[in-house]
T-cell receptor, first 115, second 114 residues
């Protein structure tokens, strides 16, 4: 079975600063996808960013970027210029290719942006 | 707006009762997933359907069942409810089977069992 580990249950960052959330995963697969989802206090689940394992280039979405280290099985999320609206729970997720889109979620990191 | 619609938004019921949660996936999405999220917990995968057929089962209790209809909407039935079933239940959908499409989540149904 695939496992996704988020070792930081809680983090905080000052507004306008940069923060990095870590995620590691365990798999024997070579083709897979990785995602970060954000869950603000409203409890809605929002896709933040997506990475394809066969692409070496790190994905970016505005202030959000990832550091994907395939050999180390690491997939960290960097949030630049943190904003109050970034306060949320962040979930890392792993999906195997060609297996019916089964997703495996980490336990989440609660991020608080401090004004 | 993700395009995934879940009803009802809130549900309060008593122990021993049965409820049905409904989900309409995004237009064009064939896969539907159900997740349970208890207070301050992560997401527990319950079950997945693709184009009307069950594709994967997670930690779904025998008291729970689901189905996906020909129009692709899905229902999650929870019976003999217990206090511990109180949680936020998410439906999510994705467009393809075996590809890298992300999950798009509905806003969830908050179930409270009293």
């Amino acid at each position: 079975a695939q496992t996704v580990t988020q070792s930081q249950p809680e983090m905080s960052v000052q507004e306008a600063e940069t923060v990095t959330l870590s995620c590691t995963y365990d798999t024997s697969e070579n083709n897979y996808y990785l995602f970060w989802y954000k869950q603000p206090p409203s409890r809605q689940m929002i896709l933040v960013i997506r990475q394809e394992a066969y692409k070496q280039q790190n994905a970016t979405e505005n202030r959000f970027s990832v550091n994907f280290q395939k050999a180390a099985k690491s997939f960290s999320l960097k949030i630049s210029d943190s904003q109050l609206g970034d306060t949320a729970m962040y979930f890392c997720a792993f999906m195997k290719r060609n297996t019916g889109n089964q997703f495996y979620f980490g336990t989440g990191t609660s991020l608080t942006v401090i004004p | 707006d993700s395009g995934v619609t879940q009803t009802p938004k809130h549900l309060i019921t008593a122990t021993g009762q049965r409820v049905t949660l409904r989900c309409s996936p995004r237009s064009g999405d064939l896969s539907v997933y159900w997740y349970q999220q208890s207070l301050d917990q992560g997401l527990q995968f319950l079950i997945q359907y693709y184009n009307g057929e069950e594709r994967a089962k997670g930690n779904i209790l025998e008291r729970f069942s689901a189905q996906q209809f020909p129009d692709l909407h899905s229902e999650l039935n929870l019976s003999s409810l217990e206090l511990g079933d109180s949680a936020l239940y998410f439906c999510a959908s994705s467009v393809e089977f075996g590809g890298g499409s992300p999950l798009h989540f509905g806003n969830g149904t908050r179930l409270t069992v009293t």
